[in-house]
């Protein structure tokens, strides 16, 4: 069977199954972003303990497999009594593990504005709240972007992952398809070309222009 005939049979399936990725991916980045600028703001905290809090979590979830940690989510928490549905154990898994690498490029982001942003916000009598939303992360959200570019491209790959709990994304499709045909260069090849798109041309262009976005917001264009 040519690639072309498989696609024209199984197309259903694939598109199926990269609808359910795609939705994976949006979820995760969701979380991982909320998650990400709570522990990198909490790892700048002056309160020891909720420094040390940011320190476990993020020490923890980028010391270990993020397969470990979907195995604990949907297969351990429920022996305590903690059940989670199998499609929202994916994206939390995805979120959470990302979200830990997120924070230290929030962390950095923050730190390389320069002092003097801060110190002219502190001359103005502003609050460290607003200080922090209206003038420091919006500069450290342009220093942050291209690296979170990359980011995103792991988490979307990292997703791959939930097919192993039996949720119906791209790569479980795939498996499937694979195991009852045996056409593993036709059905892995598509699938490689169908994460390639979702990177290549529909991620990579996006990020590039939030960065060009943000940067003319900030004037540095």
Same mark, same amino acid.
């Given at each position: 069977?040519? &690639?072309?005939?498989f696609v024209g049979q199984y197309w259903p399936r694939l598109l199926s199954g990269t609808g359910v990725t795609v939705t994976q991916f949006l979820a995760a980045t969701a979380l991982g972003i909320a998650i990400s600028l $709570?522990?990198?703001?909490?790892?700048?905290?002056?309160?020891?303990?909720?420094?040390?809090?940011?320190? =476990?979590?993020?020490?923890?979830?980028?010391?270990?497999?993020?397969?470990?940690?979907?195995?604990?989510?949907?297969?351990?928490?429920?022996?305590?009594?903690?059940? %989670?549905?199998?499609?929202?154990?994916?994206? /939390?898994?995805? #979120?959470?593990?990302? *979200? $830990?690498? #997120?924070?230290?490029? %929030?962390?950095? *982001?923050?730190?390389?504005?320069?002092? #003097?942003?801060?110190?002219?916000?502190?001359?103005?009598?502003?609050?460290?709240?607003?200080?922090?939303?209206?003038?420091?992360?919006?500069?450290? +959200?342009?220093? /942050?972007?291209?690296?979170?570019?990359?980011?995103?491209?792991?988490?979307?790959? *990292? =997703?791959? +992952?939930?097919?192993? &709990?039996?949720?119906?994304?791209?790569?479980?499709? $795939?498996?499937?398809?694979? #195991?009852? =045909?045996? +056409?593993? $260069?036709? %059905?892995?090849?598509?699938?490689?070309?169908?994460?390639? &798109?979702?990177?290549?041309?529909? +991620?990579?262009?996006?990020?590039?222009?939030?960065?060009?976005?943000?940067?003319?917001?900030?004037?540095?264009?």
């Amino acid at each position: 069977m040519t &690639i072309f005939e498989f696609v024209g049979q199984y197309w259903p399936r694939l598109l199926s199954g990269t609808g359910v990725t795609v939705t994976q991916f949006l979820a995760a980045t969701a979380l991982g972003i909320a998650i990400s600028l $709570a522990m990198g703001l909490l790892r700048l905290s002056h309160s020891m303990m909720l420094r040390g809090f940011a320190v =476990t979590y993020i020490e923890i979830f980028r010391g270990t497999s993020l397969l470990v940690q979907l195995y604990w989510i949907f297969f351990v928490l429920p022996l305590f009594g903690i059940t %989670v549905e199998k499609f929202t154990a994916g994206y /939390m898994a995805v #979120g959470m593990n990302i *979200g $830990a690498y #997120g924070a230290e490029l %929030v962390r950095g *982001g923050i730190l390389a504005v320069p002092k #003097g942003q801060w110190e002219a916000a502190l001359a103005i009598n502003m609050s460290a709240a607003k200080r922090m939303w209206r003038i420091i992360l919006p500069q450290a +959200l342009v220093n /942050m972007l291209p690296p979170w570019g990359n980011l995103m491209i792991e988490l979307l790959k *990292g =997703t791959a +992952l939930v097919s192993l &709990i039996s949720v119906t994304d791209l790569m479980f499709e $795939a498996k499937q398809i694979n #195991g009852t =045909t045996f +056409l593993s $260069a036709q %059905v892995f090849g598509v699938a490689l070309i169908i994460y390639y &798109i979702l990177a290549r041309f529909m +991620l990579t262009p996006f990020m590039r222009w939030l960065e060009r976005f943000m940067a003319r917001k900030m004037g540095r264009a």
